[in-house]
């Protein structure tokens, strides 16, 4: 009897030895301490001096950036009235409630309206002012009292390659979307789809997409030093490349504004063609090339009518086309297309 105990009792203990001393054990997994399901930190970490001001400059301007919305009205095939809605971004510039955004994100409205971020209040705007050469408008809302957050205007002409930019605005309707980057280049010439050539714009790689038009790009100082644009990219997405319009340019149209002047045209109504070598001679012009006058305005063509298109060659030292900022060619095989615009509004056609 006392053997059989003896036995039974070492069976016992050899078993609880074997289970728990393998590494995969149900035994042994029901005994252990569980833990934590994940690892915490060693050393809570503290935000960089960079992300504190990164918040800092969005919660001083996130109200000051608004949400506007087009509305144009075009004829269908079948002659009836189609209602075509356009998103954009603009931002304030005081407290009376006037708003600095692009033209094309106004151009052909018939309805302009103003969405405020605090409260998401909406507002009927009022177009004061356009300036189609560098794509600026001047819209205003009647707030029903006088607003305190708006954007103070920087000077671009100071911009250096390398500065800190962040851009805020609405890309695809997301309100308040906030994005970093550096000045990439500065002085750059694009070209617009349907309003000729932008000069001296800010390239920047803050990440602006289609609704992003109109919106500010600030300084590390929270200053608007340019108005986002145009963005470059094979399908109207970003790729890194944006434009902005220099702000000193918008101070030129608001000074004309004040003192209630139009403003003062940069297009000259001529549009010209570089060609050289062979093209040239076959033309029966100068080898050396020029710019080929192609098309001049109505407005030109009757202030001065004795004006030759078909001999009319320019000379120029100017680079070749692809050196002056120009975009290469929309061919097949190219890899580049134009600028898109970021914001969707266009003019009804």
């Known amino acids: 009897m006392r053997l059989r105990i003896f036995l039974i009792a070492a069976a016992i203990v050899g078993a609880f030895v074997f289970l728990t001393n393998r590494q995969i054990s149900p035994m042994r997994t029901f005994l252990r301490d569980p833990g934590p399901a994940w690892s915490g930190p060693v050393i809570a970490a503290g935000l960089s001096s960079d992300e504190t001001n990164n918040i800092e400059i969005y919660k001083a301007a996130k109200d000051s950036v608004v949400y506007i919305t087009s509305t144009v009205y075009q004829r269908d095939f079948f002659f009836g009235v189609q209602e075509v809605k356009g998103l954009g971004s603009g931002f304030l510039i005081n407290s009376d409630g006037q708003i600095l955004t692009n033209f094309h994100v106004v151009s052909g409205s018939s309805d302009v309206e103003v969405t405020m971020p605090p409260d998401q209040s909406r507002y009927k705007a009022k177009v004061l002012m356009r300036d189609q050469a560098h794509d600026l408008a001047l819209i205003q809302i009647d707030p029903k009292k006088k607003l305190s957050a708006f954007l103070h205007l920087g000077d671009s002409d100071a911009l250096q390659v390398g500065q800190k930019v962040l851009a805020i605005g609405n890309p695809f309707g997301l309100a308040g979307t906030l994005t970093t980057g550096i000045v990439s ?21 803050a990440a602006i997409n289609s609704g992003n038009s109109g919106g500010p790009l600030l300084d590390s100082q929270g200053n608007v ?125």
């Open 225 to 349: 030093i340019g108005i986002n644009t145009a963005i470059y990219g094979p399908n109207g997405g970003s790729v890194g490349i944006g434009f902005a319009m220099p702000i000193n340019r918008a101070k030129g149209m608001l000074e004309d504004f004040r003192s209630g002047r139009r403003p003062a045209s940069t297009v000259i109504g001529v549009t010209t063609y570089s060609i050289s070598g062979d093209w040239a001679e076959a033309l029966r012009l100068p080898r050396t090339g020029g710019l080929l006058i192609g098309r001049v305005s109505p407005r030109v063509r009757n202030s001065a009518p004795a004006f030759d298109l078909s001999t009319a060659l320019l000379p120029s030292r100017s680079p070749p086309r692809s050196e002056r900022g120009r975009w290469p060619s929309r061919g097949r095989d190219s890899p580049c297309r134009r600028p898109h615009r970021a914001a969707g509004p266009r003019p009804a056609r």
């Open 185 to 205: 280049s500065l002085h750059r010439k694009i070209q617009s789809e349907d309003r000729g050539d932008l000069e001296d714009m800010i390239q920047t790689d």
